[in-house]
């Protein structure tokens, strides 16, 4: 249609009062949610946006998130940020939500439309997420073959390029750094490093898992004394990049001199370490806009309940900085162990 769309084309396409209209929109109570739905679809099919009509919403999507902590807290942040960005321009509220207040589907504020999962283990509250009859999108991965949708980065393709980078740089005996692999995200990139990596003839890549309680530097010290010789350590992501950096440094090594340091999400922290990190920059933003499209499709399409899920993954970069570089040979190693020994 051309021109502003107001309330009554939408009543006229739709056959219904301009007061039905109104407080579907609007989410208040009186209209049944059959009739809700049909008017979401058609507002955003015809282009009604939040500023058509004083303001009004095409309905609420849920942003849910569990407790915020240290490592995850600006991933959840930066695609929030998106996600508010694209709602306002298609004409939804974002409205964020814990998700241990999320108890009974029968509660749920008629005026919410869609839910975004931003949680690492979305089968925790996936299950009411489902009953409530509601588009879903999650932001990590889901079961296979769940019937929800999905948007992550690609991670095995960044595991690659990472790899490609390093074997670049002359790198042939490398490590992934992280603590658990159980997040499919990590896996995926772990998978794909070790994929990048064996492409290089002569190539190794390593696994080495640390206790966070414990600590980086006894789980590398123990790597070393197995007989690894590492010149290159892709971690997990940029909190336990900086922790590797920090400790290294502590024992006395050079990065990226006598060994080459990689982050992933490029966090905020990537560029406070010294040497800055060379990191894969996630699109978070973007993921998060991403999701409030796939709701809003589904509320667009009539048969939203029956169309097949979709597994979006969006395309990261590596941003190159100081703590990579040319790979040496690793002299370091037993003066190192030497050292600890003697301690």
Same mark, same amino acid.
């Given at each position: ?21 109104? &407080? ?102 996936l299950d009411y997420a489902t009953r409530t009859g509601l588009p879903i999108v999650c932001a990590s991965y889901v079961s296979p073959l769940s019937r929800v949708d999905q948007v992550v980065g690609a991670d095995w393709e960044a595991g690659v390029a990472v790899a ?12 992934? %750094? ?63 990049? %900086? ?37 894969? &920059? ?62």
């Open positions: 249609m051309s021109g502003r769309v107001t309330i009554e084309d939408l009543a006229a396409k739709l056959g219904l009062s301009k007061f039905s209209v109104s &407080r579907a929109l609007s989410g208040k109570s009186g209209v049944a949610e059959a009739t809700r739905a049909r008017v979401l679809r058609a507002a955003h099919v015809m282009g009604y946006r939040l500023r058509s009509e004083g303001g009004r919403s095409l309905g609420q999507i849920l942003f849910v998130r569990q407790e915020i902590d240290p490592v995850s807290s600006e991933l959840w942040l930066n695609m929030l940020h998106g996600a508010e960005e694209e709602a306002e321009r298609l004409g939804f509220a974002i409205v964020p939500r814990q998700a241990r207040y999320l108890v009974d589907a029968a509660a749920l504020d008629p005026a919410v439309v869609g839910m975004i999962l931003a949680v690492p283990r979305p089968g925790d509250v490609r980078m390093l074997t670049g740089l002359g790198h042939r005996a490398t490590a992934f %750094v992280h603590v658990s692999t159980l997040p499919l995200g990590r896996a995926e990139r772990w998978r794909g490093f070790r994929d990048g990596m064996l492409e290089t003839p002569g190539a190794i890549v390593e696994d080495l898992v640390f206790d966070e309680v414990a600590g980086f530097r006894g789980a590398f010290l123990g790597f070393l004394e197995a007989g690894n010789l590492p010149t290159a350590l892709f971690c997990a992501h940029d909190g336990i990049a %900086v922790n590797a950096v920090s400790e290294l440094s502590r024992l006395g090594l050079r990065v990226p001199e006598d060994i080459s340091v990689v982050g992933f999400n490029d966090f905020a922290a990537a560029i406070q370490v010294s040497p800055r990190l060379t990191t894969v &920059r996630t699109p978070q933003v973007e993921m998060g806009g991403a999701m409030v499209r796939c709701i809003a499709d589904r509320l667009a399409n009539q048969t939203r309940g029956l169309g097949a899920p979709q597994r979006i993954a969006l395309v990261a970069e590596i941003v190159r900085r100081e703590s990579t570089a040319a790979a040496s040979e690793p002299l370091w190693v037993a003066r190192i162990l030497r050292g600890e020994r003697a301690a």
